[in-house]
C-alpha cells in the first residue's frame, strides 16, 4: 500500500563535489539549502544582497555585478535612523551610509567574482509579486518598512519572469559559459499576499521556469529542481511546517535536502561529507569537564582529522 506520492528524482550528469564553487542566490528557502552546504564545508557563496524575494531583484544583482556598476550616494537614503538600499535586503542597511555603500559595493566584487567561477548558481524564486517606488517608477528588492502609499504592487507575468530569467542566464554565460544553473521555487507560502495570490503567484513562476528550461533541451546547464513540488506532494501535512504554518521546518529541510543531495551531489563528496558531519558533530559537543585527560584526547584526535581533510581541502575551515 502506498501512502505517499513520490516526485520522481534521477541523478544528474554534472554534479557537485568538493571541487565545486558554488553561488546560491534567492529567496528564504535558497538559505536552507545554502546552511546544509555550509554546514558540510563546498565552497559557498550565498545572497550576498541578502535574500532576494522575485526574479528582477537578483537580475538586478547579477547584472549590476558583471557590469561592475558601483553603487553612489544616490542609491541609498535615509529612513529610521539608518541607511538603507532599494536592491538588498534590510540585512545590509547600516548606521552608516559610508559603510552600507562599503558592503554593497563589496558585495558586488564578491558575486563577480563568484560567478566567473562557480561550477552550479542556484537560484531560488520565491514569489511574483514585486513593489514599484512611485516615485521613480523603478521594481524594489525590499521596502524596508516604508509607508506602504510609497509603493504600487503588481504580479509579474509569465512573460516578464521569462524576461528576466533570460536576461539572468544570457549575463551569467557572458563571463561563465559553462555555467550550470539551478532553478527552484521556494516552497514557502506567501500568504501575506493572499492565498490565492500565492497560487497566483507561484503558478507564473512555475511556468516561465518551465518553460525556460525546455526551451533550453539543446543546453544541458539549465535545470529545475522540484522543492516546491517535493514540498506540496511528498509533505503534504502541517506538521513539516513551524508554528507559521508557512516556512516548512526542519524535518522538511532535511527531507528536501536528502531529495537535492541524491540529484546534484556526487557520491564522491557524499565519503568527505560524513568525514565532515563527524567533525561538525564533534565540535558541538560539550563535555563535562573541558580539562578532563579523556576530552583531551578527543580533541587531539578530532583536530587530526581536521588537518587531514584541510590538507586536501585547504578551503575548509572548522570553528575550534
Request: charged share 25%; hydrophobic share 40%; with cysteine.
Amino acid at each position: 500500500m502506498k501512502l505517499q506520492t513520490i516526485v520522481p528524482l534521477k541523478p544528474e550528469d554534472k554534479q557537485i563535489d568538493y571541487k565545486s564553487p558554488l553561488l546560491l542566490l534567492g529567496s528564504c528557502f535558497v538559505e536552507n539549502i545554502g546552511e546544509k552546504l555550509k554546514y558540510y564545508q563546498f565552497q559557498t557563496l550565498q545572497n550576498t544582497f541578502g535574500i532576494l524575494f522575485h526574479p528582477i531583484a537578483i537580475e538586478n544583482l547579477i547584472i549590476r555585478a558583471i557590469e561592475e556598476k558601483a553603487y553612489a550616494d544616490a542609491d541609498v537614503f535615509y529612513y529610521n535612523e539608518r541607511w538603507h538600499c532599494f536592491d538588498a535586503h534590510s540585512d545590509l542597511s547600516d548606521s552608516s551610509k559610508e559603510n552600507l555603500l562599503s558592503n554593497l559595493n563589496s558585495a558586488l566584487l564578491y558575486t563577480r567574482n563568484q560567478l566567473s567561477k562557480a561550477t552550479h548558481t542556484l537560484i531560488t524564486l520565491g514569489t511574483a509579486w514585486v513593489y514599484k517606488d512611485v516615485e521613480n517608477q523603478k521594481r524594489v528588492a525590499n521596502c524596508h518598512k516604508l509607508p506602504q502609499k510609497q509603493f504600487t504592487k503588481e504580479l509579474l507575468t509569465e512573460s516578464e519572469i521569462e524576461e528576466s530569467l533570460n536576461s539572468i542566464i544570457s549575463t551569467i554565460r557572458k563571463v561563465n559559459v559553462n555555467a550550470t544553473v539551478i532553478f527552484t521555487i521556494s516552497p514557502v507560502r506567501h500568504l501575506k499576499d493572499g492565498f490565492v495570490e500565492n497560487q497566483r503567484s507561484k503558478a507564473n513562476l512555475i511556468t516561465a521556469v518551465g518553460k525556460i528550461v525546455e526551451s533550453a533541451s539543446s543546453n544541458k546547464n539549465l535545470h529545475y529542481f522540484p522543492a516546491y513540488e517535493i514540498m506540496l506532494d511528498e509533505l503534504r501535512d502541517y506538521r513539516f511546517y513551524t508554528e507559521d504554518m508557512v516556512h516548512p521546518n526542519n524535518l522538511a529541510i532535511d527531507y528536501i535536502w536528502d531529495k537535492f543531495k541524491s540529484v546534484w551531489i556526487s557520491q564522491k563528496a557524499d565519503q568527505v561529507m560524513k568525514v565532515v558531519q563527524e567533525i561538525q558533530k564533534g565540535l558541538a559537543h560539550r563535555p563535562f569537564n573541558e580539562k578532563a585527560e579523556q576530552h583531551q584526547l578527543f580533541l587531539k584526535s578530532l583536530n587530526e582529522k581536521i588537518l587531514v581533510l584541510k590538507k586536501e581541502y585547504t578551503f575548509m575551515n572548522f570553528d575550534i
